[in-house]
């Protein structure tokens, strides 16, 4: 079965710095871009950012409100792509996915993890 | 920034058809695609490219493209597609944005 498990939300202080976990399974995750969403509680989908496979250097996007703060990578041995956010607002307080367009012909985000809560919170 | 605009809500009576629209200046050039969400779910695909329905979706589902603007149509709503639904799509820049969401009331 295709699936992604994400960990290590938690309660986190302002100003400090929290990584999140996404592990794959049941695929080849290397050959995949993943990316990160988010959803503050009560609120929409908010994208967050993608690193793209090997195959396509590997290279990071971010949205406008994380980027400088936050850092997408991947190690493709562990099939586990991290978010590590630093210099955390309480604004950031959501439920944070990862995703990835699986299926080739969809083009879109096909699998996606359960989520895992941040809270920011003094 | 790009946006993506739909109507919060959308209520239907069990049987009926639902709509709903999302609006966006790029969407005549780039693809829309929708998701469900159910409350404390992770969202499910249910259209992608505008119009195409992923395996395992109910026929009912459907959606479709007309300029600026695209519809999810729900026909024969049924109890359990009372959800939040999003609409996403892309301006071209590499990054993805998600519509508010509607609220779909199956009253």
């Known amino acids: 079965e295709v699936q992604l498990v994400e960990s290590g939300g938690g309660l986190v202080q302002p100003g400090r710095s929290l990584r999140l976990s996404c592990r794959g399974s049941?695929?080849?995750?290397?050959?995949?871009?993943m990316t990160w969403f988010r959803q503050a509680p009560g609120k929409g989908l908010e994208w967050v950012g993608f690193?793209?496979?090997?195959?396509?250097?590997?290279?990071?996007e971010y949205a406008a409100s994380v980027k400088g703060r936050f850092t997408i990578s991947r190690d493709d041995s562990k099939s586990i792509a991290y978010l590590e956010m630093n210099s955390l607002k309480t604004e950031d307080t959501a439920v944070y996915y990862c995703?990835?367009?699986?299926?080739?012909?969809?083009?879109?985000?096909?699998?996606w993890g359960q989520g895992t809560m941040v809270t920011v919170s003094s | 920034s790009y946006e993506l605009t739909q109507p919060p809500s959308v209520s239907v009576s069990p049987g009926q058809t639902a709509r709903i629209t999302c609006s966006g200046d790029?969407?005549?050039?780039?693809?829309a695609y929708w998701y469900q969400q159910k409350p404390g779910q992770a969202p499910v695909l249910v259209i992608y490219?505008?119009?195409e329905r992923p395996s395992g979706i109910p026929e009912r589902f459907s959606g479709s493209s007309s300029g600026t603007t695209v519809t999810l149509t729900i026909s024969g709503v049924q109890a359990e597609d009372e959800a939040d639904y999003y609409c996403?799509?892309?301006?071209?820049?590499?990054?993805?944005?998600f519509g508010g969401g509607t609220k779909l009331t199956v009253l």
């Open positions: 995703a990835t367009p699986y299926d080739p012909n969809y083009d879109a985000f096909d699998i």
């Open positions: 049941g695929f080849t995750f290397g050959d995949y871009v």
């Open positions: 690193i793209r496979s090997k195959a396509y250097g590997g290279t990071t």
């Open positions: 790029a969407l005549p050039k780039q693809y």
């Open positions: 490219k505008d119009s």
């Open positions: 996403q799509s892309t301006d071209s820049s590499e990054t993805w944005v």
